[in-house]
């Protein structure tokens, strides 16, 4: 479980695993185009049984791995000479796509695997890089191998512990976030009241003043008339 988080949230430990294209296979047959080199978006979202839309949203998020991977997009000469070169022997219907046509080899089709989290077919691809690499690093022998080995697990805990706090951290901020603004807003106001109020004192202060001393100037002819 951590070391699935892990491989999810640190882009590091995917490229130290990015070379392992025989895991797609192992786990299910990836249908290429006649170039036996790519595979378009739609047929990414096939062989993990999902939308093209959320494929997209994987190259929104993560397009500059995916071109260290080898993802690309075509466009005008090139596409045309793709279309032309490879897309027309593709058997039966394929794209036509009009200004651009994104293309993925085995290792960014891999990198969407590690990126995937709804995706049954993403699962057991990780399921396997990760089942492989530790068997390979229970095969290594020697005190230098174990030492190897108990420091990729010590890493990989640490980046799944830090990736899920991280998540929590920021689910917390963006629960409080309006109760924080409303705080302040109420802050602001209680600021501006209590300005309101302190000069309301001053001017009753002045105005208890005024009465007084008006009180004082009424009540001395009084006086004055009960003498004589």
Do not use: W
């Amino acid at each position: 479980m951590f070391a699935e988080a892990a491989l999810l949230e640190s882009r590091s430990l995917r490229s130290g695993l990015s070379s392992h294209v025989h895991a797609l296979d192992k786990v299910k047959a990836l249908v290429l185009l006649p170039d036996g080199l790519h595979v378009t978006t739609r047929m990414v979202a096939d062989y993990f049984e999902v939308g093209e839309r959320v494929v997209n949203r994987i190259i929104v998020r993560h397009r500059e791995e995916l071109e260290s991977n080898g993802f690309r997009v075509l466009r005008g000469a090139d596409l045309e000479e793709f279309k032309s070169d490879t897309l027309s022997l593709y058997p039966g219907s394929y794209p036509q796509p009009r200004s651009g046509l994104a293309l993925f080899p085995r290792r960014a089709v891999l990198n969407v695997a590690m990126l995937l989290r709804d995706s049954d077919v993403a699962r057991r691809v990780r399921t396997y890089l990760l089942d492989t690499e530790a068997e390979t690093r229970s095969a290594a022998r020697g005190p230098a191998g174990s030492s190897a080995c108990s420091s990729l697990d010590r890493h990989v805990e640490e980046v799944a512990v830090r990736a899920a706090t991280g998540a929590v951290t920021e689910a917390v901020e963006q629960a409080f976030a309006p109760v924080v603004a409303q705080l302040g807003e109420l802050n602001a106001r209680m600021a501006r009241q209590t300005e309101v109020v302190c000069a309301m004192s001053v001017r009753l202060a002045d105005v208890g003043d005024d009465l007084a001393d008006l009180r004082r100037r009424v009540g001395a002819p009084r006086r004055d008339r009960r003498r004589r």
